[in-house]
C-alpha cells in the first residue's frame, strides 16, 4: 500500500539528540495509535529522518526496533510498513490478553488498597469525561492505562512487560477500528460493571465482568476483519451494534 497523503504534509516534530532510536519508535508508535499511520502504511525512513530533523541511522534502529515489536514489517528494496493484523493475529492476541488479565485481576483483588481502589475509579470517570469531551483518540490511550493498572496491582512483573507488548499490539489494531466506533460513552460504561465488582472485593464476579468485557471485543473485532467488513470502504455496511460493539 501506498503512502497517499499529500507530500507537502509534515506528520512528525523535529527531534533533540538523545536516545534517538527509541525516540523514534515512540514517534512512530503515537503516530499508529492515533491513525495517522494505519496499518499497512509505507514509514518512508528517508521523510521521517526528514521531518524528525535527524539522519537516517537512528531512524532505522527505531523502526527495527518496531519491527522486533511485530508493529513494523520491512521488505527488501520496498522498506518498511504499519503491519497489518489479520483476524486469526487479533484472535490471538485477545486470548493472551484474556489470559493475562484474569490473572492479574484475582491478583489484584487480595492486594489492592483503598487508594488503590479509588485510582481505578478515577481513571474509569476519566473515561466518562473523554467520552463527553469527544477526545476517542485519548479514550483508547486510557482504556489500556486501566487495564494495566489491573495488571500492575496483581503484582508479577513479568505479566506487566506482557501486557505493554500486547498494548502496542493492540494500538495498531484499533487506530483502524476506533473510527467506527459511534458512542465513546458506551467504552465507559463497560468499565463501571468491573469496577463495582473489585468494590464488592467479589473475584467471582470481576472475573465474569472482565471476560464478558474482553470476549465481546474479541468475538466482534475479530468476526469483523475475518469478513473484511473493517475495510474502510465497507464501513457503510456496519450495522450500529456492530459499530457498538467493536470496541469495549
Known sequence: MHDQRPSGRQLFDALQPADLATRVADEV?????????????????ARLAKELGISRAPVREGLRLLESQGLIVSHPRRGFF??????????????????LELHAAEAAMSRMTPADLDRLAAQVKLLHDLATEGQTQEQVVQDFAFHRMLCELGGNS?????????????RAGIALVGQL??????????????IDALRARDVDRLREELR???????????RLFRTGALNPARTEDLSEAERRLILR
Not at 158 to 170: P, Y
Open 29 to 45: 508508535l503515537d503516530a499508529i495509535g492515533d491513525g495517522r499511520l494505519r496499518p499497512g502504511d509505507k514509514v518512508a525512513d
Open 82 to 99: 504499519v503491519h497489518s493484523y489479520d483476524a486469526d493475529e487479533l484472535k490471538e492476541v485477545y486470548d493472551l490478553r484474556e489470559c
Open 158 to 170: 513479568r505479566i506487566l512487560r506482557l501486557f505493554d507488548q500486547i498494548a502496542a499490539e493492540m
Open 181 to 194: 466506533y459511534s458512542d465513546p460513552s458506551e467504552i465507559a460504561r463497560t468499565h463501571d460493571p468491573i
Open 212 to 222: 464478558e468485557h474482553l470476549q465481546d471485543a474479541q468475538i466482534h473485532v475479530v
